[in-house]
């Protein structure tokens, strides 16, 4: 690890003595991938000096227990060998953290798409109810929502949504968000009282550039028609919605939200190119959909990675078996405590892997 960590610090040396050149270059692009990669070494080479530091004055308390003809002296070396002993384990382990393979998506923004499954309409309800949980989750964090497409049900749910979340981290914090969700409670459909079970699915996307995914025009069939739902001008009256049919791998993406034609259909190579890359890295570029079933599921029932009982005011996230009390903060967008448990579990499987 110190080997790395030595070729690591004369990288950041070099690149930080040559930063000033490059900003004054103009090149946006050098600049960009130069300030990037500068952002990523800093905390890594910061928290090494630190950690070197910490040893050689853990060497030298050591060395004082060891010499030290005063016993008062010798107290004093043996507190302070143990600070440092604490202080060298402590920044060794943040360091393994900080030297863990970097999520490849991790600056990525991420679209995030909501359908009510199992359950009818009571399904699309609880779909509504997670699509205004993130939303104010991305709110409490300052990122922004766009939204990309989306089919209203009857009763104020939703059949799909599909939205886009801007900022910084969102990758990071929503990734684990995706697969089914489950709800137990008493439906307002529902005449007897009696709780039901119900489920929607939620698939995270990382958003993908022009540059990162490849689309050959030929391959696409594009069709236009008429929006259905909630009408206003220019909607339900003129052919503004647009379905994108990419061939090789099937996907169809479909867009009416909009009243221009042109701006669904670039909402809908949005969404196409977001799922391209999905697959892409997931090396299943021939057949997304077994991509995305390995983050939804079937949407069934059986299936999930949350559920949210409403007569308990609880919710429990089933991958890491925390329990909270608190359904009605989560609904509200307090869902730091459970993706705070997510992360760490998954730090927690990376650090066991990087020691097999």
Known sequence: MFERLTDLESEYETLEARLPDIYASGDQDAT???????AELKPIIETFRELRSARTQLDEARE???????????????DEMAEKESSVADLEGRLKVLLLPKDPNDDKNVILEVRG????????????DLVRMYQSYAAQHGWKIEVLSSQPSDMGGYKEATFLVKGAGVWSRLKHEAGPHRVQRVPVTESQGRIHTSAATVAVLPEAEEVDVTIDPNDLQIDVYRSTGPGGQSVNTTDSAVRITHRPSGIVVACQDEKSQLQNKDKGMRILRA??????????????????RAQVGGGGRS????TYNFKENRVTDHRVGLTLHSLDH???????????????????????????
């Open 64 to 78: 004082m227990v060891r010499t030290e003809a005063d016993a008062e002296m010798r107290d004093l070396a043996r």
């Open 117 to 128: 499954a199992e359950g009818g309409e009571e399904a699309n309800l609880f779909a509504g």
């Open 303 to 306: 299936e999930k990675i949350r």
């Open 32 to 38: 960009r991938t130069a300030g990037r990669r500068y």
């Open 275 to 292: 799922r391209l890359l999905a697959a892409k890295q997931q090396e299943q570029a021939d057949e997304l959909s077994s991509a995305r």
């Open 330 to 356: 989560v609904l509200q967008g307090d869902l730091d405590q459970l993706l705070d448990a997510l992360v760490e579990a998954d730090r927690a499987a990376q650090l066991a892997g990087a020691a097999n």
